[in-house]
């Protein structure tokens, strides 16, 4: 793995989602439709389905949403068509930036992401522009502290794991995407507690930024993350260790 910390990253880029948590619910709605639709509503054998059902719940959002949202996703009920659709552009100083949104209006969405680069220094641009830059990746975290890196390792590994590396106070957890869920559910069984639990995009290569290119590059991602029909925004900015996280 990359010396550079994907944790570092992700809690940095998820400074503006954590903070509007008034959007959460419209964007899990969204995510879990999107999901049924793709494999069907029983999340016993949609694991997509089952993911966004749990981060709902861990948002504390009511049954009777999520419920409704698996409905319109199997078309019992009543809802607008929606896509997934991804985006692909740069930052200052080159670093690349992927996005991935849920839209009603692949018009009105790509209008507004172009004009969210433009506002914040960046640019969109075309189809596998950046894509290729990132890995498709299973990522989970832990906490260290009270957590014995030898036998989590053994666990991790045993259960189909990548790799694991100690970043700081974090552990961090690969996995390919066909054994996210077998890992993921292995360690929680054995009582860790997940930090982060989440199919990512990890940069093969990571681009080395002062702090003020960081700080423009984390003010493009927080509006992008902002954008109602944006789920996920990753970049293979190496943001500095000292910088803050969140606006100022």
């Known amino acids: 793995m990359s010396g ?40 016993a054998t949609n694991a997509k389905l089952g993911l966004w059902i749990q981060k709902a719940r861990e948002s504390n959002m009511p049954r009777e949403n999520i419920d409704r949202a698996v409905k319109k996703g199997t078309g019992e009920l009543p809802g607008q068509q929606i896509e997934e659709v991804n985006y692909e552009g740069y930052g200052r100083d080159g670093v690349a930036i992927l996005i991935n949104a849920i839209t009603d209006n692949k018009n009105r969405t790509i209008s507004e992401i172009r004009s969210i680069f433009d506002r914040n220094g960046g640019s969109l641009g075309a189809n596998n522009c950046v894509a290729w830059l990132f890995e498709k990746k299973g990522l989970i975290t832990i906490a260290s502290e009270g957590v014995n890196e030898d036998e989590l390792m053994t666990v991790a590994l045993d259960s189909g794991a990548s790799d ?29 507690k997940l930090a982060l639990a989440e ?50």
């Open 4 to 43: 550079h910390s994907h944790w570092a990253t992700i809690k940095h880029k998820k400074g503006a989602a954590d903070a509007k948590k008034g959007k959460i619910f419209s964007k899990m709605a969204k995510l879990i439709m999107q999901a049924a639709r793709e494999g069907g509503g029983d999340p």
């Open 164 to 192: 694991l590396q100690l970043a700081g106070d974090i552990f961090e957890i690969t996995t390919e995407v066909v054994d996210f869920e077998k890992v993921k559910k292995t360690l929680t069984d054995k009582g860790y």
């Open 199 to 248: 199919l990512s995009r990890i940069p093969k290569t990571y681009v080395d930024v002062d702090e003020n290119s960081a700080k423009k590059i984390m003010g493009l991602m927080e509006a992008l993350e902002e954008h109602d029909d944006v789920d996920q925004v990753f970049s293979n900015c190496a943001f500095p260790s000292t910088m803050t996280v969140g606006k100022e």
